[in-house]
């Protein structure tokens, strides 16, 4: 029996277990926690604030009477409101509301004016939103920004000759000006397929001339989880010199010969601190960007590169920081619409909609990438799952804010048949998803 092997599985899946529920227990605590706050300052009594379900491991009692706890089923948590008949908050229960005088029938869920409910329920995706604006707006400055000109804090180890240094300056790539990161990148897209390029550089004060490798050459720089890349065993570091013979100096010839090869099986020839590998295996369909900026199903390694080079960075101030919060916050709601809508519209495959396993597999890989890529997906999370909660469906925070809706349209709740039916069916929609989730998770590739 393989024991090192076997304790090395129990490890990586301690790893993965362990790193999800972390991600996960922050998400609900602050999404949670925003259905509290909000319902207390409504004057909405809260009973019992829980992350986790089931028998309680930790709890206590504040001075407001609210109970505290962690309980054993770390999957999730809830608020329970007074008068609530469940956690779910999804109807009262009529014996303790019989009970209550009308004072405190205003403090329950189910007898508080309107606005203070839907503010309430609101609150829990919102505070998910400013969680993950928060995180976006901070991560600026504990990595820092890069410089508006280009220059080289650090210099990743590829195998070919590299004159650059430290402290360089680019001024220039193969007579290219490049004042700025933009002038940059648009040298990327004319440089020649050769290891090496001319470079014009400001070092202590003079232009030199020097010759160093690619901008972008094909160094790995992250894996995704459920990869060929990942199952193949490459890793972070690693710089792929050519994909079947093809020599491959840029990191677009690898993505030119993967897409040219239509999902067919390849062998990677790969450097590794001075030692060359070989590594085969079969690019799968993922999704990919397409012309009109939507999706389609592409064939991937399933890595990711940059420059060669870590760039000199600055501080950001508040207002660009805050800007930067608002635009990454948009653009995971932004690609979490185009995602969905590309798979409604049959442009990629239904396998990219992923359930807990595959979910804990990304955060795994992202907390072995360091900690401010597990923060950066904690943030990408929080925004996803505050925007799934606003979906129109019967159980999640959207379906209450839809008959908070139709109470105001009609002047009067709809009929606890009509709740209790929406309920069954939301909850089956829910299931059902969490299902295909899963099982997309066991059986695609």
């Known amino acids: 029996m393989d024991f090192p092997g076997l304790l090395a599985s129990a490890l990586d899946t301690l790893q993965t277990v362990g790193a999800f529920l972390v991600a996960l227990s922050i998400i609900v605590a602050v999404h949670e926690y925003g259905h509290y706050i909000v319902g207390r300052w409504s004057g909405i009594h809260a009973e019992v604030f829980s992350l986790g379900f089931g028998p309680r491991l930790w709890s206590r009692i504040d001075k407001r009477g609210t109970r505290w706890q962690v309980a054993a089923i770390p999957f999730g948590g809830y608020v329970k409101f007074l008068g609530d008949a469940n956690a779910a908050s999804a109807g009262a229960d009529v014996d303790t509301m019989s009970r209550l005088s009308n004072e405190e029938r205003r403090h329950t869920m189910h007898g508080a004016p309107l606005w203070a409910r839907a503010a309430t329920v609101f609150a829990g995706p919102f505070f998910n939103f400013v969680l993950s604006f928060l995180i976006f707006a901070a991560m600026p400055f504990a990595t820092g920004l890069a410089t508006d000109r280009p220059e080289i804090a650090a210099l990743m180890p590829v195998p070919v000759e590299n004159g650059l240094a430290p402290g360089d300056r680019i001024l220039k790539v193969n007579g290219h000006e490049t004042p700025d990161y933009e002038a940059l990148n648009k040298v990327v897209d004319t440089l020649p397929p050769s290891d090496t390029v001319d470079y014009l550089v400001l070092r202590d004060g003079a232009e030199v001339t020097v010759t160093g490798p690619t901008l972008i050459p094909p160094m790995i720089g992250g894996i995704q989880p459920k990869s060929a890349a990942q199952d193949a065993g490459l890793m972070i570091g690693d710089v792929i010199t050519a994909v079947d013979g093809m020599p491959t100096p840029r990191f677009s010839d690898v993505q030119s010969l993967i897409r040219s090869g239509g999902g067919q099986e390849v062998t990677l020839t790969v450097w590794r601190a001075g030692e060359i590998l070989e590594a085969r295996l079969k690019p799968r369909p993922r999704p990919v960007e397409a012309d009109d900026g939507g999706l389609e199903t592409g064939y991937l390694i399933g890595f990711s590169s940059g420059y060669v080079f870590e760039p000199m960075t600055r501080l950001p101030g508040l207002t660009e920081a805050a800007r ?120 695609c590739v």
């Open 324 to 443: 930067i919060g608002v635009m990454q916050t948009y653009r995971v709601i932004e690609g979490t619409f185009i995602g969905i809508g590309s798979v409604v519209g049959g442009k990629i495959s239904s396998c990219n909609i992923n359930g807990p396993i595959a979910i804990a597999q990304a955060t795994s890989t992202a907390a072995s990438a360091g900690l401010s890529s597990f923060i950066w997906l904690v943030a990408a999370l929080s925004t996803a799952i505050g925007l799934l909660n606003l979906f129109p469906i019967p159980v999640l925070d959207g379906g209450h804010l839809v008959f908070h809706a139709y109470e105001w349209a009609f002047g009067r709740p709809p009929s606890d048949k009509v709740m209790n039916v929406a309920m069954a069916i939301g909850l089956t929609l829910v299931l059902a998803l969490m299902a295909f989730g899963l099982s997309n998770d066991l059986f």
